[in-house]
C-alpha cells in the first residue's frame, strides 16, 4: 500500500523560505511520476511542480525560478525547496504519486492522473 506523508509547512513572512517533504512508502515503481499540488479552500487543485523517473521535473510558470525540486531516492523522499515565499503561495500543499511515469510533464495540469496522495500541509505566507 502505498502512503505519501508530507512535512516541513509553517507560517513565514514574505521572501521566506520553506522546505517540504514528502515521505514515500511503498511506491517502488520502476518508472514513476511524483509531484507537488496546492490548493486554496474553493479553489481548485493546481500543479507546482512534478519530477518523473528520469529526474526530469517540470514547474508550473507561478513558480518557475523560485521552487525547486529534489530527491534523496535512498529514502524515497521528494523535497520541494520553496524561496522568495509571497502571500498568493499560501496555500494546502499536497505531494502526489503516480502509478507509471507516461508524460509526467503533462500530468502537472491534470492532478486527476495521480494515484496516490497525501494529506497535505499548510503554507501560509505573510505579507
Known amino acids: 500500500q502505498v502512503q505519501l506523508v508530507e512535512s516541513g509547512g509553517g507560517s513565514v513572512q514574505a521572501g521566506g523560505s520553506l522546505r517540504l517533504s514528502c515521505e514515500a512508502s511503498g511506491y517502488t515503481y520502476s518508472t514513476y511520476c511524483m509531484g507537488w499540488f496546492r490548493q486554496v479552500s474553493g479553489k481548485e487543485r493546481e500543479g507546482v511542480a512534478v519530477i518523473d523517473g528520469n529526474g526530469n521535473s517540470t514547474y508550473a510558470g507561478s513558480v518557475k525560478g523560485r521552487f525547486t525540486l529534489s530527491q534523496e531516492t535512498t529514502k524515497n523522499i521528494l523535497y520541494l525547496q520553496m524561496s522568495a515565499l509571497a502571500p498568493e503561495d499560501t496555500a494546502t500543499y499536497f505531494c502526489?504519486?503516480?502509478?507509471?511515469?507516461?508524460?509526467?510533464?503533462?500530468?502537472?495540469?491534470?492532478?486527476?492522473?495521480?494515484?496516490?496522495w497525501g494529506h497535505g500541509t499548510q503554507v501560509t505566507v505573510s505579507s
Open positions: 502526489a504519486a503516480a502509478a507509471d511515469g507516461y508524460s509526467c510533464q503533462w500530468r502537472l495540469l491534470t492532478p486527476g492522473r495521480f494515484d496516490y
